[in-house]
């Protein structure tokens, strides 16, 4: 409770005497503080979202909403309702790129989301032909006999017909599985055949689309913000997200048989122990998790 009116407190009185006496101090608004006071990358963009949302400035507060086409218009806002001279070139710069890196954070979770919301339709040609395209990277030596076929447990699904898997994630799972065997194949075949380990094995394309829910549950709740700010200087785009699913596959199965789980059966514990530790990383200022080839 006093935490709660501590912070009502700050936002609504303290916060503004604060900016008002060091802005008298320094000659700088906040946002030059920021700018100034923070190196590229998550800090300075979180630092600059946080003082966005908290203006009491309109135009202040909309710009974290603003579409790539209109950040030009509102760096020139910005820098006119703080009256901050034209010439000064790094605060345009830098409040440029740190704009296009907070809306196309929110862009690639409506990117995501949108590709979750498809469902898997056996129908649809591409979609098939994205399901073959997985088995034939994972498992080239072995041709697939039929699309309805129990050889699809080999890789890690629960039935005959892996579309009943995807139900949860939709495509995104299986573009997810997809993208890490095209783009890391030796890395997804390595870790196929560990999940295939008689005494600590797992199925393969299920935790796979677990992690999918994974990613997915981190973007949406802002966690893949310093991941990503610190990783892209500008928009980030959905291969951004699927490199950050293909590092939670690859570190997951370290961290499985690091663990050694007395069975499959614990499966839910240890992931959301592994959830744990991500979550934790994710919270350094400096953090990019990435899987290098």
Same mark, same amino acid.
């Given at each position: 409770?006093?935490?709660?009116l501590?912070?009502?407190?700050?936002?609504?009185?303290?916060?503004?005497?604060?900016?008002?006496?060091?802005?008298?101090?320094?000659?700088?608004?906040?946002?030059?503080?920021?700018?100034?006071?923070?190196?590229?990358?998550?800090?300075?963009?979180?630092?600059?979202e946080?003082?966005?949302?908290?203006?009491?400035?309109?135009?202040?507060?909309?710009?974290?909403?603003?579409?790539?086409?209109?950040?030009?218009?509102?760096?020139?806002?910005?820098?006119?309702?703080k009256k901050?001279?034209?010439?000064?070139?790094?605060?345009? !710069?830098?409040?440029?790129? @740190? #704009? /296009?890196?907070?809306?196309g954070?929110?862009?690639?979770?409506? *990117?995501?989301? &949108?590709?979750?919301?498809?469902?898997?339709?056996?129908?649809d040609?591409?979609?098939?032909?994205?399901?073959?395209?997985?088995?034939?990277?994972?498992?080239?030596?072995?041709?697939?006999?039929?699309?309805?076929?129990?050889?699809?447990?080999?890789?890690?699904?629960?039935?005959?017909?892996?579309?009943?898997?995807?139900?949860?994630?939709?495509?995104?799972?299986?573009?997810?599985?997809?993208?890490?065997?095209?783009?890391?194949?030796?890395?997804?075949?390595?870790?196929?055949?560990?999940?295939?380990?008689?005494?600590?094995?797992?199925?393969?394309?299920?935790?796979g689309?677990?992690? !999918?829910?994974?990613?997915? @549950? #981190? /973007?949406?709740?802002?966690?893949?913000?310093?991941?990503?700010? *610190?990783?892209? &200087?500008?928009?980030?785009?959905?291969?951004?997200?699927?490199?950050?699913?293909?590092?939670l596959?690859?570190?997951?199965?370290?961290?499985?048989?690091e663990?050694?789980?007395?069975?499959?059966?614990?499966?839910?514990?240890?992931?959301?122990?592994?959830?744990?530790?991500?979550?934790?990383?994710?919270?350094?200022?400096?953090?990019?998790?990435?899987?290098?080839?």
């Amino acid at each position: 409770m006093l935490a709660c009116l501590w912070g009502f407190l700050y936002s609504s009185y303290f916060r503004f005497w604060l900016k008002w006496i060091l802005r008298l101090l320094t000659g700088k608004c906040e946002l030059q503080r920021v700018l100034d006071g923070s190196k590229a990358g998550a800090q300075r963009a979180l630092g600059i979202e946080h003082s966005l949302k908290s203006s009491k400035n309109k135009v202040l507060r909309n710009a974290v909403h603003v579409d790539e086409a209109d950040v030009d218009k509102y760096v020139r806002d910005i820098m006119k309702a703080k009256k901050i001279q034209e010439e000064d070139t790094g605060f345009k !710069t830098n409040l440029h790129i @740190s #704009l /296009l890196q907070i809306s196309g954070y929110t862009k690639l979770y409506l *990117n995501v989301e &949108s590709l979750r919301k498809v469902p898997y339709d056996s129908d649809d040609k591409e979609h098939e032909e994205q399901l073959i395209e997985l088995w034939t990277l994972l498992m080239p030596q072995e041709k697939l006999k039929a699309r309805i076929s129990k050889q699809w447990c080999d890789i890690g699904f629960q039935g005959d017909d892996p579309k009943t898997d995807f139900r949860g994630m939709g495509l995104l799972g299986l573009v997810n599985l997809v993208y890490f065997s095209k783009h890391y194949t030796n890395e997804a075949r390595e870790v196929l055949s560990h999940s295939n380990h008689p005494k600590l094995g797992y199925s393969y394309a299920i935790v796979g689309i677990n992690l !999918t829910e994974m990613a997915y @549950s #981190l /973007l949406k709740s802002g966690a893949l913000k310093s991941h990503l700010y *610190n990783m892209v &200087s500008g928009l980030p785009q959905m291969e951004h997200f699927h490199q950050f699913y293909c590092y939670l596959v690859y570190e997951f199965d370290k961290f499985w048989f690091e663990e050694e789980p007395e069975s499959i059966m614990h499966f839910n514990h240890y992931r959301e122990k592994f959830h744990e530790k991500i979550k934790g990383l994710l919270l350094d200022y400096n953090v990019v998790l990435t899987l290098q080839n």
